[in-house]
């Protein structure tokens, strides 16, 4: 069996699906949803951010990208 | 001496603004951003100063793999705040800023390219922005690098031969992590190293000088002429089964001029019928000051870095916020697909431990410590096309 | 014994890490699922003919891109032996029904709420389009939508129309 195990790894990587996803691309309709966006409106959350920027020492680490449909 | 002190509309702040439209955008690397334009009105009040204007954003998706977008933002400023009133008088300025990019999709990797230009009639601010997503996993994992560049040109009013440099890079790495089917995390990290003349040409900082009339005296800042940062944040969005979501936020940010800061942020949507969402957050910051750093100095030149900037000293801040959002039912042309008008209102009080109210003239020091209020408000417009 | 086991995994192995070419004349899982108006859609009432099994979702902007392509290339073979299956995957119905209405379709259209034949055809991205023979073997199978993709379905469908 632990050959079987590591040969079936092995394919697996070389094929490059390595890890098979827990989260089926069919089961991602909540983390679709608008409202999980990172960012719903840009031209707000930018807005919103350059306030606080501007009157704060700290900077950076603001942006993201991921999550949604996964799709293609 | 004319003073543009107050506002320091933070000259990183102007380009940090541009790449977070064009960097913030849709929620997966595998698909273009949506076609859609937004015009925002916003508006601050606070600490003496109004800062109001227009904020307009357009993408466009153009062929199979790109996407297009161009900002164009104003901030109009009058400004009476506490550091312009107790070292000149009230000012009125106005600052644009433009920006466009470009994303380009291709299998599961995008890229992204923007630029973005600011100018008031003493700071220029260039900003280059390039960045590359990746997504693993059965599109559950997505890894970013980016990497941008800023040229800055530091003026004066009435001083037109006045032009000093600010130069800046900023390195970003960020995964994000499907975790469950209602739960995404994110990891941000970011070092951003700037390098020339850092602070403001009208601030100054203040001594005891027992000939004063005051009881102290202005000397002019001195900055070092380089600062490095670091930023790691943590993100988390959880769907909640009766349709709404969480969302939670937590930063922390050191740098070499001995500012130690944290924020944490919660949030909550909840979508109500069939048009309406509703936002509330809740945000605590807090920093410690910069090592060059006092509200007062004990005699002239007494370090080689002087600052009394109020963004350096020990100071804490909270954030309260709503928005409500509207869908309309029918759509007012017919390549409209979408339209929705927003509200937004948010309460900032600001607390500051070491930097105090000079409008207050008692003795040198004993001035009690600065606070200040504002309302920040915002109304746009959105279509999606 | 193990002997069978092993080879059965190997095969797993490679038809999970393989996608489209494993799925080379494995006979497509048959499913019947709530359909449009209470009629049901069983996939081996079809047999006979060439089915093309679209899984989409109204949350995935590619999979509400391909849906007028897809009626179109339904109106364009159905009377030569081939029908169009849209096994929609959302958890509520409303959503799909709400996408219909915008964006209205004449294939038949199945409901796979609790995503079990989505689990049973093993599919790896979203949209999933899936060739199914005459004799109900799985032929080709395509992850995603990008414009232009549907010339590869024209041709797909062609394919197996003439056998």
Request: hydrophobic residues 35%; contains cysteine; glycine residues 6%.
């Amino acid at each position: 069996m632990p050959h079987l195990t590591r040969f079936i790894v092995v394919v697996c990587l070389l094929s490059g699906c390595s890890i098979q996803p827990w989260v089926k691309p069919y089961e991602r309709d909540n983390l679709a949803d608008p409202i999980m966006s990172l960012d719903r409106d840009p031209v707000s959350t930018a807005y919103i951010s350059h306030v606080h920027e501007a009157r704060e020492a700290a900077r950076g680490a603001e942006g993201g990208q991921g999550g949604g449909c996964g799709c293609n | 001496m004319a003073a543009a002190v107050a506002i320091k509309i933070s000259r990183f702040a102007a380009a940090a603004l541009a790449v977070a439209l064009l960097s913030m955008q849709c929620a997966s690397a595998a698909v273009l951003p949506e076609d859609r334009a937004d015009a925002l009105y916003h508006s601050y009040s606070g600490g003496g100063v109004k800062i109001s204007g227009p904020s307009i954003l357009v993408q466009k998706q153009l062929g199979k793999h790109a996407s297009v977008n161009a900002n164009y933002y104003v901030d109009s400023v009058s400004s009476a705040s506490i550091d312009v009133v107790t070292t000149a008088s009230a000012y009125t300025e106005q600052r644009v800023q433009k920006s466009a990019g470009v994303e380009w999709l291709e299998d599961d990797a995008t890229m992204t390219l923007s630029y973005t230009k600011s100018d008031e009639n003493d700071y220029q601010a260039n900003t280059a922005h390039g960045s590359f997503t990746q997504e693993f996993f059965g599109n559950m994992t997505t890894l970013t690098m980016a990497y941008e560049k800023g040229w800055d040109v530091v003026g004066k009013r009435n001083d037109p031969t006045y032009a000093k440099d600010n130069d800046r890079q900023n390195f970003s790495l960020g995964v994000s992590q499907v975790t469950t089917k209602n739960l995404l995390l994110n990891l941000n990290w970011e070092i951003i190293a700037n390098q020339g003349f850092l602070n403001n040409p009208y601030r100054s900082a203040r001594y005891l000088d027992s000939t004063a009339e005051k009881g102290y005296s202005y000397e002019p800042e001195i900055y070092p002429n380089t600062h490095t940062s670091n930023a790691v944040a943590l993100g988390a969005h959880y769907y909640l089964p009766y349709r709404a979501a969480l969302h939670g936020e937590y930063r922390l940010y050191t740098d070499t001029w001995g500012i130690h800061a944290s924020h944490y942020e919660i949030g909550y949507t909840h979508p109500w019928r069939k048009q309406w969402i509703f936002d509330i957050k809740y945000r605590f910051y807090q920093q410690t000051h910069a090592d060059f750093y006092s509200d007062l100095f004990p005699y002239e030149s007494s370090q080689n870095y002087l600052a009394r900037d109020k963004e350096l000293a020990t100071f804490s801040s909270q954030d309260i916020g709503f928005k409500v959002t509207y869908e309309f039912a029918s759509s007012p042309a017919r390549f409209i697909k979408k339209s929705t008008i927003n509200f937004a209102y948010d309460y900032i009080h600001y607390s500051y431990n070491d930097f105090r109210d000079l409008t207050q003239n008692t003795a040198a020091g004993t001035e009690g410590l600065y606070g200040f209020s504002a309302n920040v408000l915002q109304i746009f417009f959105s279509v999606w096309y | 014994m193990q002997q069978p086991k092993y080879f059965l995994g190997l095969l797993l192995a490679s038809v999970l890490c393989f996608s489209a070419s494993a799925f080379a004349a494995t006979a497509a899982p048959e499913f019947s699922l709530p359909g449009r108006s209470g009629q049901t859609v069983t996939l081996s009432a079809y047999r006979g003919d060439v089915v093309m099994i679209n899984f989409w979702a109204s949350w995935c902007k590619p999979c509400r891109q391909e849906l007028p392509l897809l009626e179109q290339m339904y109106q364009r073979y159905k009377n030569l032996g081939f029908t169009l299956i849209g096994v929609n995957v959302d958890e509520d119905q409303k959503n799909a029904d709400l996408i219909l209405k915008n964006i209205p379709v004449s294939f038949p259209i199945a409901y796979d709420q609790q995503d079990k034949v989505s689990n049973k055809y093993g599919l790896e991205g979203m949209p999933n389009t899936v060739f199914v023979d005459r004799n109900g073997n799985i032929r080709h199978v395509h992850t995603g939508y990008t414009p232009g993709d549907e010339q590869g379905y024209d041709e797909q469908i062609r394919l197996l129309i003439r056998e």
